[in-house]
């Protein structure tokens, strides 16, 4: 071969790896387009499948506009709220992202699908008095109001990386609009003053509630002398007590469905699945703690299982509860146009549910890796014990408020739990090192106790702001859709 021929080829080398970088960018660059298309078709088959059904018939076109709404809200949620329950696992490596979205997705969908309740508060549990309406047709057009400004608040807050209550944001929505129609008289403020105390008990309790299983993990399990044989006398017990809470978790919020379960009721059947859970898992975690080295890192092995069936149970869960929440304003639309009245509680049909179901698949497999990591490994680092006491405590929670009367937002307990863990690890270093400074006569300087903080506060004033601004945000978009839609109509 010729020096000139060598030449060419380098230089053809060269053009081609320039080339490959350019479609490299361009894929990185058009990737976030790749998901916006995906959404904005699912949007529209969704309008579309629902002028399928109604088209010809008298409102049609209101119908078809909510159905495309509900689907956007749907991916909002599934970018947003699915969030909390894979975040803790996939922060942990107990599951891979791709995992923890295949498994969230089939477990959000089947809970519904299958677990969702028939039957559901159009209105947000009561919020707003349906007889202070004028009419059929003010009443659809807050409801779509409270659609379009609810969906808008969660993609913003999805955004900017901060978790927030999605049946939050929908409350607030058809709050600003049954002011902007009816006045402030038609609100329930009883029930709102409920809603904003749950902004600060719910993750307060998810947070003591982790942090004392993590302080039990520390105290019974990591620090003794024979860790594995502790974790053979203790991992089955805290097994146990995981299913045992998300059996009475799943019976009183996912079951209503099938058969209506008081809380007694509920509880026995915890208490019932939680001993059948210790008694299979003692011979099967003796059995996986075989030949393990005595330290904690050992540890996390017998808790990744325990903490992925966790994080399935509560996409399940979240699907039965939250998502007939969420299209519960498209409920409402559907049976005022259908029948020319508003109820406060109506059926929601199954193709409904199918895009609810869908719709949170989509935004999770879109969008939902953002919220994920940032729960998972940006607040504080997890471990599969932290994790663990993270999942623990979002359904022992529920429960808890459930007994309380309160009403509570998973989203709230399960990054108030997260919270928990983190402030309970600052907690626990900063009283080993006094006691080191103490026991060694050592000085700490001031800029390494803050080095050794282990939450990052940016994301833990980001995260409460927008906790606290949802409903009224959500109440002031509201206010502004609905009025733009009333004059525009008129």
């Known amino acids: 071969m010729s020096d000139q021929d060598g030449k060419q080829w380098t230089t053809l080398d060269k053009d081609l790896n320039r080339i490959s970088q350019l479609e490299h960018a361009t894929l990185y660059i058009g990737r976030p387009m790749v998901g916006l298309?995906?959404?904005?078709?699912?949007?529209?088959?969704?309008?579309?499948?629902?002028?399928?059904?109604?088209?010809?018939?008298p409102g049609s076109a209101l119908v078809i506009a909510a159905a495309a709404l509900g689907a956007y809200m749907a991916i909002n949620i599934g970018a947003n709220d699915v969030a909390n329950n894979m975040g803790p696992a996939v922060g942990a490596n107990a599951l891979t992202m791709g995992g923890a979205i295949v498994i969230a997705a089939l477990c959000e969908s089947a809970g519904a699908l299958?677990?969702?309740?028939?039957?559901?508060?159009?209105?947000?549990?009561?919020i707003i008095d349906p007889s202070a309406?004028?009419?059929?047709?003010?009443?659809?057009w807050a409801m779509l109001a409270a659609l379009l400004s609810s969906a808008l608040w969660v993609n913003l807050a999805t955004w900017i990386g901060a978790p927030v209550s999605t049946t939050h944001a929908v409350v607030g929505g058809v709050m600003g609009a049954g002011i902007t129609a009816a006045g402030f008289a038609s609100v329930n403020w009883a029930s709102m003053g409920l809603i904003a105390a749950s902004w600060v008990i719910s993750p307060l309790l998810g947070g003591v509630i982790a942090a004392g299983f993590l302080w039990f993990i520390k105290a019974q399990i990591m620090y003794q002398d024979d860790k594995i044989a502790a974790a053979r006398r203790w991992v089955p017990v805290l097994i146990g007590i995981m299913m045992g809470a998300f059996a009475t978790y799943l019976a009183i919020k996912g079951l209503k469905k099938l058969i209506s379960i008081d809380l007694t009721t509920a509880l026995l059947i915890g208490a019932a699945v939680g001993g059948l859970s210790y008694v299979i898992s003692a011979p099967l975690v003796r059995r996986q703690s075989e030949g393990l080295e005595n330290r904690n890192k050992s540890l996390k092995a017998l808790f990744a299982l325990p903490l992925v069936i966790s994080a399935a149970l509560l996409s399940f869960a979240h699907g039965a509860n939250d998502v007939a929440n969420a299209v519960g304003p498209l409920a409402a639309i559907v049976h005022a146009n259908a029948f020319g009245e508003f109820a406060g509680k109506v059926n929601i049909p199954h193709w409904v549910m199918v895009i609810g179901a869908l719709g949170i698949s989509f935004g999770l497999v879109l969008f939902g890796p953002k919220l994920i990591k940032m729960v998972g490994s940006q607040i504080t680092k997890l471990n599969p014990m932290r994790a663990f006491c993270v999942a623990l405590s979002a359904a022992i929670t529920v429960i808890v408020a459930s007994w309380l009367g309160l009403p509570v937002s998973s989203t709230h307990i399960a990054v108030g739990a997260v919270f928990g863990v983190?402030?309970?690890?600052?907690?626990?270093?900063?009283?080993?090192?006094?006691?080191?400074v103490v026991k060694e006569a050592v000085r700490v300087a001031d800029e390494e106790r803050r080095r050794r903080k282990l939450v990052r506060r940016s994301h833990f004033m980001t995260i409460v702001a927008a906790w606290i601004i949802t409903v009224p945000a959500s109440a002031a978009l509201s206010a502004a859709v609905f009025f733009v839609l009333s004059h525009f109509t008129n």
Do not use: C, P
């Open 422 to 436: 983190g402030f309970f690890r600052e907690w626990y270093h900063d009283k080993r090192l006094r006691e080191t």
């Open 114 to 126: 299958l677990a969702g309740g028939d039957v559901v508060s159009t209105i947000s549990k009561g």
């Open 37 to 57: 298309g995906v959404a904005l078709a699912f949007i529209i088959v969704a309008g579309l499948g629902a002028a399928v059904v109604f088209g010809g018939q």
């Open 133 to 140: 309406m004028a009419n059929t047709q003010v009443f659809i």
